[in-house]
């Protein structure tokens, strides 16, 4: 046998083998995830899934419109049963665009409180993250910060570093204030903010903070895990970084810190419903809130969860209280806003 042929064999024995062990074959059927969550966020909580259930699970990541469009143009022969996202403006622009079905269970509608969920059951939010202040320690006293709104004030002239307004967690964060203030004082708050901008908004949240600490810019907007990723981090550059800032819970007094949920829905043309059903209440349940709270520095959105210690050394907070769905409803008038404003 040439040494050729023997390597063919063998590529072909580890093919099969390693096809075996993608989808094994487990007494409780399975269940296909399209997931945006990168895989080293969720995988070791589907893999506890599956030992507990008996479910295999076949996950595919990628970005989040790939797979939006992903669904829509498979239709009906979609193989996934499962659309997981972060933000309720993605998961409620996979909803208006059909691809998602309403699901009740009594299992997420007890662990899950009414302002993290679809209304419908369209989808479900699994954990939580907020976007407070995060300001420079050295040249902003807590003092001197109050809400979002405060932000627009021109004593922050050339002080304020935020990221595009193509991030959904910007588009968010304004449709929440839409919803509260609405869409006219809005639009005069992000002028006023626009204004107060140190440069033109570039990067990523974490890039945000870096420029905080770095003293480009005095405060700024981001979600709490990067922050709690920086804090844990290896890297001592990000270390650094992390100590030079701390977080500002805004909106203490009236409507709360602008909040939004990772979630999952169960597609509309799912083949294995009743398994995507459990998988959406296992990851709702205890041991997967606990997990979210301790690998990723989200919020559980089971209240009866504590967050983890990293989340917790900045103290509770007030969160708003408007259903998240609202984000996804107003997400054209936010970028509209945005848009009017000259947010970049
Ligand atoms: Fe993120």
Not at 319 to 326: C, E, I, S, W
Request: glycine share 8%; hydrophobic share 40%.
């Amino acid at each position: 046998m040439s040494s050729l042929f023997k390597s063919r064999i063998l590529s072909a024995v580890f093919f099969l083998l390693s096809g075996l062990l993608a989808a094994p074959v487990l007494a409780g059927g399975e269940v296909n995830i399209y997931s945006a969550r990168k895989e080293d966020l969720i995988k070791p909580l589907l893999d506890d899934f599956s030992k507990q259930s008996g479910i295999a699970v076949n996950l595919v990541t990628g970005k989040e419109e790939a797979l939006l469009q992903r669904l829509q143009s498979e239709g009906a022969n979609t193989p996934a049963d499962v659309l997981l996202t972060s933000d309720a403006g993605r998961l409620s622009a996979a909803q208006k665009a059909g691809v998602l079905q309403a699901v009740k269970s009594e299992t997420l509608t007890a662990h899950i409180p009414a302002s993290y969920r679809d209304p419908e059951g369209y989808w479900y939010g699994l954990s939580v993250r907020a976007r407070p202040i995060i300001y420079a320690k050295d040249r902003v006293k807590p003092g001197d910060l109050s809400t979002y709104e405060a932000l627009a004030d021109p004593k922050w002239k050339g002080k304020v570093c935020v990221r595009s307004s193509d991030s959904v967690y910007n588009q968010s964060l304004v449709a929440g204030m839409i919803a509260h203030d609405g869409e006219a004082k809005t639009e005069a708050w992000a002028k006023g903010l626009v204004a107060n901008f140190a440069r033109p908004p570039k990067g990523g949240d974490r890039d945000q903070i870096k420029a905080v600490a770095a003293g480009e810019c005095d405060v700024t907007l981001a979600n709490t895990y990067y922050l709690g990723g920086m804090v844990d981090s290896q890297d001592e550059a990000d270390k650094q970084a992390a100590a030079q800032v701390a977080v500002f819970w805004p909106d203490a007094k009236t409507t709360g810190v602008h909040v939004n949920v990772s979630g999952a829905g169960v597609t509309a043309h799912a083949r294995n419903r009743d398994n995507a059903v459990k998988l959406l209440e296992f990851l709702a349940g205890d041991s997967a809130q606990r997990w979210y709270a301790e690998t990723n520095n989200e919020y559980p959105v089971n209240p009866a969860i504590p967050p983890s210690a990293t989340l917790k050394s900045w103290g509770e907070f007030k969160a708003d209280t408007l259903n998240v769905a609202k984000l996804g409803e107003l997400n054209a008038a936010a970028v509209r806003v945005m848009d009017r404003a000259g947010w970049k």
